[in-house]
């Protein structure tokens, strides 16, 4: 009877793997990171699947985690895999109506460590875009391997949307000229739920700023913060840039192509001040 | 019905094994020390038995930290009970020996003494609920035992109002003084086990406690070591469950007593079907949100189903030589309390 309330893709992929793939062969010994074995379980590596039911209470459970805990960061991806269905759909069918857009979904690029070249790009000029990129990875000391997995998005390129997100995060920083202190986090976000309207960027930029003090509110409210929703409004979907094959090109440039003015405040990384 | 369901559920993990399952079983009998290709459940996926324990030991690795944390979660609590209910059933006398198999955390229990220290004192990696007044077996056994020693000693006093030199003499401490009871607990998962020390430590219990390193199916002791060896919530994790029992019997004292808190099978019907729609919808989201781990979470929920129940259980224990089995189910059968002597 347990049966009927056991997600029934658990047993038919199961016995999908089961019989088609060769379970007893001796598993190499896999590393704790692979866990999930050579084949996987769902639509994508990482996939789980999960009810209706499950996600909603996934997404509170994982919104009060957030809140009680603003750095577990895989409890802010699992809250936006579960809420931001229609804000990627949306996502996607914008990225397919832009030629460069349309690339990235086809060609799916990852931006890891592994697949940057640093050397090369820390030789470029300073104000390309990939020099200033690895400055503010230097900074802010951050690396752009630490982004959670997607699990909970029942579609495989909306999933690959999602990474791209993630991974673009990061590049946002460089482009709005935002380090990853509190005040920088949520000018970000606040062009990101403008550009993307996404609910968990929407609910970062509303409860972001209680965390601040009274002085960067202030910075925020008068002059970031409306910079940021006006920038993101107006400029071109960031999803839309091949960063990948432009590394070279001027930071300035990059801007005007889409349509972000310069920030009006200079900010800091931590490191710095 | 209970019948049909569970002929029905062997079919299916009958199919779900596949053809090639049912050829090396057979193969098996043949050839001797083939124990990679035997095949045995991991949750719902069928594994071989070699990758069954390092697949269990990655999963309590994983959910070692905050494994005090789920166990409240998910049974709201209740899981306390049904570990007063196993004291309770126990009754240990002082001077008791006890192995707690699989007792991983030895989720402290603080005796009654050190319960006020650690509440000025909260320990913040267990979070925002409060340490629990009472914990796991080797804790509480310990300090049933000790309220068990009082009890008997003001019993002693109260009876021995005009005592004679013999009684006098006979009460003074001789060296150790009364027999100390002992617990060892023993667990395969190094991970468990330093959780569990690291509580013991803050929570000051030192004495009459001992972590080994061990495989259920393989103790680390002698024969006849122990009055009383218990598993909570363990023995589904092993991979031969009647070698677990074998040594079980090994190590008991003759007239010492087994006993095995495990999930069962629900008796009631409509609790059945709230805790099927509990387990497999609520359980693997508690893990991600509190633990980020639903896979092992969804493993633990499987691994209960997979369980035999509880005359099966029962059988399993007379046939490795135990007497006087007896169960007792605890929450509508959630969970199931077995008993057992080695006689």
Redesign the interface.
């Known amino acids: 009877?347990?049966?009927?309330?056991?997600?029934r893709s658990?047993?038919r992929r199961?016995?999908i793997e089961?019989?088609s793939s060769?379970?007893?062969v001796?598993?190499l010994h896999t590393s704790?990171a692979d866990?999930?074995h050579s084949y996987y379980d769902g639509l994508y590596h990482g996939h789980?699947h999960t009810?209706p039911?499950?996600k909603a209470?996934?997404a509170v459970?994982?919104g009060?985690?957030a809140l009680?805990d603003p750095y577990?960061h895989?409890?802010v991806a699992?809250l936006g895999e579960t809420t931001g269905h229609l804000a990627l759909v949306n996502l996607r069918d914008r990225m397919r109506n832009d030629p460069e857009g349309y690339t990235i979904l086809t060609e799916r690029p990852r931006i890891r460590l592994s697949t940057l070249d640093l050397k090369n790009m820390a030789s470029l000029p300073d104000g390309s875009f990939g020099r200033e990129y690895l400055r503010f990875l230097e900074d802010n000391n951050v690396t752009p391997d630490s982004r959670a997995q997607v699990?909970f998005v029942d579609d495989e390129e909306l999933a690959y949307v999602m990474l791209r997100y993630r991974e673009v995060h990061d590049l946002l920083h460089t482009l709005l000229g935002m380090p990853t202190n509190m005040l920088g986090e949520v000018v970000v976000k606040w062009f990101e739920a403008a550009q993307t309207g996404l609910p968990m960027c929407a609910l970062g930029a509303v409860l972001g700023p209680l965390r601040l003090n009274a002085s960067r509110l202030q910075s925020l409210f008068t002059s970031l913060g409306p910079w940021a929703l006006r920038n993101g409004r107006g400029a071109r979907c960031v999803l839309n840039i091949f960063y990948e094959r432009r590394w070279d090109q001027n930071l300035e440039d990059l801007r005007q192509e889409l349509h972000i003015e310069p920030p009006p405040v200079t900010l800091h990384s931590p490191r710095k001040t | 019905m209970a019948a049909s369901?569970r002929t029905?559920?062997r079919s299916?993990s009958r199919?779900?094994?596949?053809f090639?399952?049912v050829l090396?079983l057979s193969d098996c009998r043949w050839f001797s020390g083939k124990a990679?290709?035997r095949?045995t459940h991991f949750g719902?996926?069928?594994?071989?038995e070699t990758?069954k324990a390092s697949k269990v030991y990655?999963v309590f690795?994983n959910v070692a930290q905050k494994y005090d944390v789920m166990n409240d979660a998910m049974s709201l609590g209740i899981h306390r009970l049904w570990k007063d209910a196993l004291l309770h059933v126990m009754h240990p006398q002082p001077g008791a020996r006890l192995l707690d198999v699989a007792g991983g955390t030895g989720k402290a229990s603080i005796p009654a003494e050190h319960a006020d220290k650690s509440r000025q004192n909260p320990d913040n990696i267990w979070l925002?609920l409060p340490p629990p007044p009472l914990g796991d077996i080797a804790f509480r056994f310990l300090e049933y035992v000790r309220s068990q020693q009082e009890r008997q000693q003001r019993r002693a006093v109260l009876l021995g109002q005009t005592p004679s030199w013999q009684d006098v003499s006979d009460r003074y401490p001789d060296g150790g003084g009364a027999p100390e009871s002992a617990v060892v607990v023993c667990d395969i998962n190094k991970e468990m086990l330093k959780v569990g020390r690291q509580r013991a430590d803050s929570r000051g219990v030192t004495t009459g406690l001992s972590w080994v390193v061990g495989d259920a199916e393989e103790l680390p002791f002698n024969d006849d070591q122990f009055d009383l060896y218990t598993i909570a919530f363990g023995i589904r994790n092993v991979t031969h469950i009647d070698q677990a029992l074998k040594e079980a019997l090994r190590v008991l004292k003759p007239g010492g007593r087994f006993l095995c808190l495990e999930f069962s099978k629900v008796t009631n019907?409509v609790l059945?079907?709230l805790y099927?729609?509990y387990?497999?919808?609520?359980i693997?989201?508690?893990g991600?949100?509190?633990a980020?781990d639903?896979?092992s979470y969804q493993y633990l929920v499987e691994s209960i189903?997979k369980f035999p129940d509880q005359e099966e259980f029962k059988g399993l224990m007379e046939d490795s030589g135990f007497f006087c089995v007896q169960y007792f189910n605890l929450t509508g059968g959630v969970v199931a309390l077995h008993s057992g002597f080695k006689l």
């Open positions: 009877m347990w049966l009927r309330y056991c997600p658990i047993l199961r016995h089961l019989t060769a379970p007893f001796h598993q704790r866990r999930s789980i009810t039911f499950q209470l996934l459970g994982s009060v985690a009680q577990r895989d409890m699992v699990k | 369901v029905f559920v299916l199919k779900n094994a596949g090639s399952a090396r990679e290709e095949s719902f996926e069928t594994v071989s990758e990655k690795e925002r019907p059945e079907r099927d729609v387990s497999f919808q609520v693997p989201v508690l991600e949100v509190i980020g639903w896979k189903r």
